[in-house]
């Protein structure tokens, strides 16, 4: 079953310590708090983007700090356009079945879900914010 947050409470540390539990292991840690900055605008890009920020109720190795959380957009309009083209269900594809196998880097995915009934996704990523820029 495919877990997807209520757009109006799109991210907190219950939901994120249901889909992490592999990665953070039971018993190990729980994140009590989730900080959200977004990073797009609402109005203009076919997700809501957020970097949340992890608190844990104690600190372990290899835990991490943040994710990127990609969330359907509350823009109606760009929601129509998505559930036509279905960029959502191609991105979580790729994170599911080609970067596991794939000699490309691509950011570690922690949780991708798609909502077959409205074509909307999420995606928990690795935050890649320390790593360096490369030239596009």
């Not at 953070?24 to 840690?29: C, V």
């Not at 076919?46 to 970097?51: D, G, M, Q, V």
């Not at 309009?77 to 959502?88: K, M, S, V």
């Given at each position: 079953?495919?877990?997807?947050?209520?757009?109006?409470?799109?991210?907190?540390?219950?939901f994120i310590n249901t889909v992490l539990q592999p990665v953070?292991?039971?018993?190990?840690?729980a994140v009590i708090d989730v900080r959200l900055r977004r990073l797009t605008g609402p109005k203009n890009f076919?997700?809501?983007?957020?970097?949340a920020f992890l608190t844990y109720d104690r600190m372990r190795t290899g835990l991490?700090?943040?994710l990127i959380a990609k969330l359907p957009t509350p823009n109606p309009?760009?929601?129509?356009?998505?559930?036509?083209?279905?960029?959502?269900v191609r991105e979580n594809w790729f994170y599911r079945a080609c970067a596991p196998r794939s000699s490309i880097l691509a950011p570690r995915c922690y949780y991708n879900a798609i909502d077959e009934d409205t074509g909307q996704s999420?995606?928990?990523?690795?935050?890649l914010s320390t790593a360096r820029t490369g030239n596009q």
């Open positions: 079953m495919d877990l997807l947050p209520e757009q109006t409470q799109p991210i907190t540390p219950d953070i292991g039971l018993g190990r840690a076919n997700a809501s983007i957020y970097r991490p700090h943040s309009d760009l929601n129509e356009r998505a559930a036509i083209f279905q960029p959502g999420i995606l928990l990523l690795e935050d």
